[in-house]
């Protein structure tokens, strides 16, 4: 997949005020500080993109980019939005900050239609953390598809790396039957890049080509 372009587009304060649900869409979450920007910016290969912040909890809406892309140079383009959903777990927002962002996110996860994958970032330099645990259970409550994107690989050894996130799989495998697919990415190194790009790219051929899906 070839990124055409990619630009901000709106930011809404909950699921009714977002675009209209015309083309697939792959929202991208984490806990506050997970380098989220920094990935989607890598993704984009637009370090303008998508605004990093030293502050975090920065995000407080739900912010759609407009995103064309081509299987090859010359191919037809295909449409897209990538959200940026605000973080969990930051410590020193309010409680009914919390609540709020609760209410959104859920409303979100729960009625937007066109939310084909949901990419839950992790931060591998850390063992297992509890409220990233309990993030991917619920979504797997509300049956939410998503994946695991395990980020700043490069800021850690690769051997910590690894075993961090084994443990987390097995922490898990505990409770799900099946795991999710999981990417270990660094924005620095582009690692993950292309294999988080090929998912969105199959998935929007589903998306767009359903009864083809559907023959198989």
């Not at 920094?38 to 980019?65: V, Y």
């Not at 090859?72 to 962002?101: F, I, M």
């Not at 790396?161 to 099946?178: G, H, I, P, S, Y």
Request: hydrophobic content about 35%; aromatic content about 10%; charged content about 25%.
């Amino acid at each position: 997949m070839q990124i055409k372009k990619a630009e901000y587009f709106i930011s809404s304060p909950e699921v009714a005020k977002c675009p209209k649900p015309d083309r697939p869409e792959y929202a991208f979450i984490g806990r506050s500080n997970v380098g989220k920007s920094s990935l989607i910016n890598m993704l984009c290969n637009n370090q303008k993109l998508a605004k990093t912040s030293a502050q975090p909890g920065k995000t407080q809406s739900i912010n759609h980019f407009n995103i064309d892309s081509t299987q090859k140079e010359k191919g037809p383009v295909t449409k897209w939005y990538l959200v940026d959903l605000p973080g969990y777990g930051y410590a020193k927002r309010s409680q009914s900050d919390r609540n709020r962002w609760e209410q959104m996110i859920e409303g979100y996860l729960r009625k937007r239609e066109n939310l084909v994958m949901m990419f839950v970032l992790i931060d591998a330099r850390h063992t297992p953390q509890e409220n990233d645990l309990e993030f991917v259970n619920q979504l797997g409550e509300w049956q939410v598809p998503f994946s695991l994107v395990f980020t700043k690989a490069d800021k850690e050894k690769p051997g910590v790396v690894q075993c961090n996130v084994k443990a987390f799989l097995d922490a898990m495998r505990e409770t799900w039957q099946f795991l999710p697919q999981s990417f270990v990415s660094s924005a620095i190194k582009k690692d993950g890049r292309d294999e988080i790009l090929k998912l969105i790219s199959d998935s929007n051929h589903a998306f767009y080509n359903p009864n083809e899906e559907a023959a198989h």
